[in-house]
């Protein structure tokens, strides 16, 4: 399973086109293991977010394991979907807060290997 951070109001249950699909040219998502990553660099403070679950086989469109834009010091990488995501590929919505010291952690309910 792989994993995208967006807004509760951003997921609507139709098909989902985050931002940086035209920025970018793909969605920017996680695994389970590097979620926290970009939740606590980017999302800070933030208490409206959800985890969209995605089942890669699902997929309509080609995602592709590759380096983080930027680049992750450690070179970890990233699953990036290029096009929009289809909703039957969203297997599961998790609401994504951060604990008491404010920072993000995966949530129990996220599917692991």
């Known amino acids: 399973m792989i994993l995208h951070i967006c807004s509760a109001t951003e ?5 989902y086109r985050a931002p940086s699909l035209e920025t970018d040219g793909f969605i920017h ?3 389970p293991g590097t979620v ?5 660099s980017l999302y ?4 409206d977010l959800v985890l969209l ?8 469109v080609p995602m592709r394991w590759e380096p983080g834009v930027p ?13 929009p995501i289809n ?3 969203v297997v599961a919505v998790h609401d994504f807060l ?6 993000f952690r995966p949530p129990d309910s996220v599917a692991r290997p």
């Open 36 to 40: 926290h990553l970009p939740a606590n």
């Open 71 to 83: 680049p992750h010091p450690a070179g970890i990488w990233f699953p990036h979907v290029y096009g």
């Open 11 to 15: 997921w609507t249950g139709q098909e």
């Open 53 to 60: 679950e995605i089942d890669p086989a699902r997929l309509d």
């Open 29 to 31: 998502c996680s695994d």
């Open 87 to 89: 909703a039957d590929a």
């Open 98 to 103: 951060p604990a008491s010291d404010g920072a």
């Open 44 to 47: 800070a403070g933030r208490i």
